[in-house]
Nanobody, 126 residues
Framework: QVQLVESGGGLVQAGGSLRLSCAASGRTFSRYAMGWFRQAPGKEREFVAVIKWGGDTYYRDSVKGRFTISRDNAENTVYLQMNSLKPEDTAVYYC????????????????????WGKGTLVTVSS
């Protein structure tokens, strides 16, 4: 059974940092694209960042230069380092994985990722 389990969320002041982790199990994800999405209260879920199996990364414009996605294939884990956090980054952050092979942020913004975690809450206070 495939499982994605997020951790690392919490409450942080604006300008602070958090590091999210997503541990995957149930299969080998080294050849999968793995990413982070988020859903703020009252809003639709949106794409944040994706890292492909070869290491290519894609980000939504609003997090470029502040967030960094990385992966450890040996540990089946993907990370999201979030710096310079803003109140508008407040959301539930979800990990996702898929055998998708797109080459742009816009592709992953609408692509139906196959596997999802249950999410971890990030709250940024002003």
């Amino acid at each position: 059974q495939v499982q994605l389990v997020e951790s690392g969320g919490g409450l942080v002041q604006a300008g602070g940092s958090l590091r999210l982790s997503c541990a995957a199990s149930g299969r080998t994800f080294s050849r999968y694209a793995m990413g982070w999405f988020r859903q703020a209260p009252g809003k639709e879920r949106e794409f944040v960042a994706v890292i492909k199996w070869g290491g290519d990364t894609y980000y939504r414009d609003s997090v470029k230069g502040r967030f960094t996605i990385s992966r450890d294939n040996a540990e089946n884990t993907v990370y999201l380092q979030m710096n310079s956090l803003k109140p508008e980054d407040t959301a539930v952050y979800y990990c996702a994985a898929d055998a998708a092979s797109g080459y742009s942020a816009s592709y992953y913004s609408t692509y139906p990722m196959r596997y999802w975690g249950k999410g971890t809450l990030v709250t940024v206070s002003s």
